[in-house]
């Protein structure tokens, strides 16, 4: 599976843990919700400043968010 798939697939995972739409999540990210979406699909690469923000927004680390890719 490919990196991007796989880092869509853990980031859906730990939204839903929280019970957030992709628009709640956006949000709290200061990101819009088509990218989060693309972000989600494996569509986007994410830049390391986008991770950062996606991480805090999730209350975990970099490393967490990327942890089981």
């Not at 999540?25 to 989060?36: K, P, W």
């Amino acid at each position: 599976m490919d990196i991007r798939k796989k880092f869509g697939k853990r980031l859906r995972t730990l939204r839903e843990e929280r019970g957030w739409s992709q628009e709640e999540f956006a949000d709290r990210a200061g990101l819009h919700r088509t990218y989060v979406s693309a972000v989600e699909r494996g569509v986007r690469n994410p830049t390391l400043s986008v991770l950062e923000r996606l991480a805090k927004a999730l209350g975990v680390s970099m490393a967490e968010l990327v942890q089981t890719i």
